[in-house]
């Protein structure tokens, strides 16, 4: 009986795919057909029941990631996963998201197009709800079911533009660099800076603290809870003229961390008048990705910096008090409480300045003296986001895709664009802001300075952009870009390795691009990162390794740069990078700040100009009497990463393959505790590539192994000379119920670099179709 009780419960957690439903407020019958993925094919006879179908398929698949991403934007995860994720929920809550989301739909028009697609399309969410058993994690955790509201996907929307957040990393470790170590230090970061830009002097040890754990808490936010981080990304578009169909060709790989389920649910949506396929996010009702007959587009992250952190001074008679323009200004002050799992409820105590919100009031009670103010685009622009992209879902001309992206305040992005009748597009979509002059915003201002005022923004029309260029490609890959309009753009970016491997591909006049080699370039698992690096550090290995070492060394100096899952060089070499690293600037900085640049983007384009400096600072080892140099730090990094290879891969060195080491693990949030690892996450699998080669199958920089942190989310290829047999593959499954057919059913496929048909034309579908659910109006 226990075993017949057991199966009967999980086949009550199971997705319906086929059979007769009835749905409220449908004004008429909705067919959706299931094709050997798991994707739904949803044919409406009008918009609104097409957008309240999605809602409830999506939910009935993805209903638990929906209510984990609800709960990490508005910091309600403590609630159902304890005092571990406290410190999540009060950085979640002292950003603001909450609380911005709440005020934005109070004012928010409902009858806008998209407006009226989202309350249909959430809706359907509840509706499913509503009418089913709770997913198995639901009863796991004992979360009771609540509506899914505007406010959610609101508040979704600052948790993706907090997730592109570079500055919460970046800018406490280059300003502790600047005024801790002093200028010297900076220089191999290649950063531009300014002496008057110094935070004030009371900053305190203690508020130096603060500003590790606000890097700390903002790193641990996304892994604790087990969502996907927003990283990078790939995307070209390339001219009918250098394709072999004569036909713009669309390529896309948005790199987000991994998780299960994927971040992306495919869907195939039409009415009279509208069909596409698209890729949605839990919670949201239009595509982030998608194309049709006539367009497509995919998105890369902008990497711009849109957020300033402010050093506030405050008044000495008064702690409520701070310095702005001139004059001591009121903090406005509210609170808020967080319910903790197993533990009484807390109250947070919420500051504002002038600037934006008190970040270090995350920190609760043991947070410093200086107040840290938060300038960021995404609380300070109207950002019709949803607007936007339901409007680029529709955008069939240059012109349409233009202005829909125009409506993009933050986050930043990238939106690469094309169409079957020839044209291709690139917009750095964005409210830039306008800083004052000399201000270098990659480092803490002052705010009792004009420094951190904001000018207002810049005009999208000066934004990077470019509209069928006479080079007959667009590539984008998070690199800098050069705006014709001459403005500076500040930003976090990407190395321009992977861009620039890209453009010296699609450069080559001589190859015409289809489906076929523009897989192979997604899959490239090189990067010219490696020589550029090694080049000034192997003399100096080469002089001073054993003769038995010396293979090790040929083996780096004949390497390629390509991460292939039988090559020991890419081993070696990353192990090098990380004990480069450590032996150079963990001395100065101290075991947490180091732990926070090495998760920035800027230790990578710091190596190379240190690897070619033998006069910098960092050489010097400032934990022993004597100074070191270059020749003697390198030499150490050399036999300490011979030493945890040994250690850790074997004596062996054949055994030291880079698939043996680079492995990824698609983990689901109950997949942490060790008693449910192995039933809800998906792998291990040997990973090619790595970091920030095309195929970015990235892990964090730091000693072997290395477990895969994100990568390609999706890789899609449209060629509209045949548009309707597009090519895509999901890293995991359509699904996120556990025993479901589709809930790991594509994890090989992708981990080899295949691909499937995204199905798209009448006869496709219906030669694919396993199974039919139609949703019929409540009589």
């Known amino acids: 009986m226990v075993t017949v009780a057991a199966v009967w419960y999980m086949h009550s957690k199971q997705p319906l795919r086929n059979g007769e439903v009835s749905l409220a407020n449908l004004q008429a019958p909705v067919n959706v057909r299931y094709d050997e993925r798991g994707v739904p094919h949803i044919q409406a006879k009008n918009e609104a029941d097409m957008y309240r179908t ?92 609540r509506p899914f509201t505007a406010e959610d996907t609101l508040s979704v929307g600052g948790y993706m533009a907090y997730s592109f957040a570079a500055a919460f990393r970046t800018e406490p470790v280059l300003t502790y660099v600047r005024d801790q170590l002093g200028v010297e230090y900076l220089d191999v970061f290649d950063l531009a800076w300014h002496t008057e830009g110094v935070v004030p002097e009371a900053m305190t040890a203690e508020d130096w603290r603060d500003l590790q754990r606000i890097a700390n808490i903002s790193q641990q936010a996304l892994t604790d809870s087990g969502l996907a981080l927003f990283e990078g990304s790939n995307a070209w578009a390339v001219s009918g003229s250098r394709t072999a169909s004569g036909k713009p060709l669309l390529a896309g790989d948005p790199h987000i961390g991994f998780a299960v389920p994927s971040v992306w649910y495919e869907a195939h949506l039409s009415y009279p008048g509208f069909e596409l396929y698209g890729h949605h996010q839990a919670l949201n009702p239009v595509a982030s990705l998608g194309h049709n007959l006539d367009f497509g587009w995919s998105i890369t992250m902008f990497q711009n910096d849109d957020i300033d952190l402010i050093a506030e001074t405050v008044n000495p008679d008064n702690a409520d008090q701070v310095w702005y323009q001139g004059q001591w200004v009121e903090l406005q002050s509210r609170t808020e409480k967080i319910e903790i799992k197993g533990e009484d409820p807390i109250t947070l105590t919420l500051r504002r300045s002038p600037h934006g919100p008190i970040i270090n009031d995350a920190l609760g009670e043991h947070s410093g003296t200086t107040p840290i103010a938060m300038w960021w685009a995404f609380l300070e622009t109207k950002n019709p986001i949803l607007d936007a992209f339901y409007q680029l879902n529709r955008a069939d001309t240059l012109a349409k895709a233009r202005a829909a992206s125009e409506k993009i305040h933050a986050p930043g992005l990238n939106i690469v664009w094309a169409n079957a009748s020839g044209d291709i597009g690139w917009w750095a979509a964005a409210k830039l802001p306008l800083r004052p002059s000399g201000v270098e915003p990659t480092f803490i201002l002052d705010g009792s300075s004009s420094e951190a005022d904001k000018l207002g923004f810049v005009p999208f029309t000066d934004n990077p952009q470019e509209e069928n260029p006479a080079r007959g490609y667009i590539v984008s890959a998070n690199y800098q870009p050069l705006p014709d309009s001459g403005i500076k753009v500040p930003g976090y970016y990407n190395l321009p390795a992977r861009g620039i491997r890209l453009d010296q591909r699609l450069a080559n006049n001589t190859v015409k691009w289809n489906l076929q080699n523009s897989q192979a370039l997604q899959l490239d698992t090189g990067s010219g990162y490696a020589k550029r690096l090694l080049k000034p550090l192997l003399p100096i290995i080469q002089a001073t390794a054993s003769d038995d070492e010396q293979e090790l060394v040929n083996l780096l100096s004949k390497w390629n740069g390509e991460h292939n899952l039988d090559d020991i060089a890419p081993t070696i070499f990353n192990q090098l990078v990380y004990q480069l690293s450590y032996e150079a600037m963990r001395d100065e900085m101290g075991d947490d700040f180091f732990g926070t640049l090495i998760r920035t983007r800027v230790i990578d384009f710091a190596l190379p100009r240190l690897a070619n400096k033998p006069d910098s600072p960092w050489w010097d080892n400032r934990e022993t009497a004597v100074t070191e140099d270059r020749t003697t730090i390198v030499t150490v990094a050399w036999q300490e990463s011979l030493k945890h290879l040994r250690n850790t891969l074997g004596a062996n060195t054949a055994d030291w393959q880079w698939g043996s080491a680079h492995t990824l693990t698609h983990k689901h949030p109950l997949g942490q505790l060790k008693i449910l690892d192995k039933l809800f996450n998906v792998g291990q699998f040997a990973a090619p590539g790595g970091h920030e080669t095309p195929n970015n199958l990235s892990h964090k920089m730091g000693p072997a192994p290395w477990p895969v942190a994100y990568g390609p989310s999706t890789r899609r290829l449209i060629d509209f000379a045949d548009p309707s047999h597009s090519l895509g593959i999901n890293p995991v499954g359509q699904s996120g119920v556990l025993f479901d057919q589709h809930y790991q059913d594509q994890a090989q496929l992708y981990i080899n670099g295949q691909y499937i048909m995204q199905h798209f034309s009448e006869a496709d579908v219906t030669a694919n179709t396993k199974s039919t659910l139609r949703l019929v109006p409540v009589k």
């Open 54 to 145: 999605l809602g409830y398929v999506h939910a009935q698949d993805r209903l638990f990631q929906m209510e984990m991403v609800r709960r990490l934007a508005r910091g309600e995860l403590a609630a159902i996963l304890g005092p571990k994720l406290l410190n999540s929920d009060r950085l979640f809550r002292t950003l603001g998201i909450r609380a911005h989301a709440d005020a934005y739909v109070a004012k928010m028009d409902p009858n806008t197009p998209a407006n009226k697609a989202l309350m249909a399309y959430l809706d359907g969410i509840n509706q499913y709800q509503n009418s089913h058993p709770a997913p198995l994690e639901f009863d796991i955790l004992g979360i009771t079911k």
